[in-house]
């Protein structure tokens, strides 16, 4: 495996890691792992590791990784086993994995699919403010458009539109205005009023659907 040409297309993605000292060793049997995985990859150029500080008993690295196309290197960052491998490994050994890739143009909600992954309560924040109106909606509307359905039949379409929408639609798009929220890049007041926001939407909700009584009667 050779750096490639300089008249070569690359597309480079930095990631910094934080690893503690005794944990080290482990930390460069992932990134082999790693390594080899991506090799495999399409577009896949050059993966080199930086030893960037040694504080104390937390070690610092910095991978840079370079594909041909800003696409095969999200398609890579995206791969379910790399994922796998690397939530393993946070749960486990408590390695920290931060990155910045050289894109351009790119919005920043595709940056955010290849960052850290936010915590689930998080997460299931945005998917609670999104499902619980695309439920509420739901529930009136599909017994008046399909009559000939019974309830476990109704239950099983509503179900599935609302996955299909909050997946696929909702939250990614509310995720763009909750992304440094999403990232941990947020002060501690900062913090505090990204969460009161997002209650604040639930309840505003409710009080709206409490509004019309009648339509879910």
């Not at 008993?57 to 890579?76: M, N, P, Q, V, Y």
């Not at 920043?108 to 945005?126: A, H």
């Not at 099983?156 to 609302?162: G, K, R």
């Not at 995720?175 to 939407?201: M, N, Q």
Request: aromatic share 12%; glycine share 6%; proline share 6%.
């Amino acid at each position: 495996m050779t750096n490639p040409a300089p008249s070569q297309p690359v597309f480079e993605y930095v990631f910094e890691q934080e690893v503690r000292t005794s944990q080290v060793e482990r930390f460069y049997t992932l990134n082999e792992k790693l390594r080899a995985l991506a090799s495999r990859q399409p577009g896949f150029l050059h993966q080199e590791r930086r030893l960037v500080k040694e504080d104390g008993r937390i070690t610092r690295f910095e991978t840079i990784l370079k594909f041909d196309t800003a696409d095969h290197c999200i398609s890579w960052l995206d791969h379910p086993e790399r994922r796998r491998l690397l939530n393993e490994e946070e749960e486990q050994a408590g390695f920290a994995f931060r990155g910045h890739g050289n894109w351009d143009g790119y919005s920043r909600w595709l940056s955010s699919r290849v960052t850290t992954q936010p915590p689930i309560w998080k997460v299931n924040l945005l998917v609670l403010l999104t499902l619980y109106p695309t439920a509420m909606l739901l529930t009136p509307i599909l017994p008046r458009m399909l009559k000939g359905f019974d309830m476990p039949g109704l239950m099983l379409i509503s179900n599935a539109l609302c996955v299909a929408a909050t997946s696929w639609v909702l939250v990614p798009f509310v995720s763009r205005f909750y992304l440094r929220w999403l990232e941990g890049e947020l002060g501690t007041p900062a913090r505090i009023l990204a969460v009161a926001s997002l209650l604040a939407l639930l309840a505003i909700l409710l009080i709206v659907f409490q509004s019309f009584p009648a339509i879910w009667g």
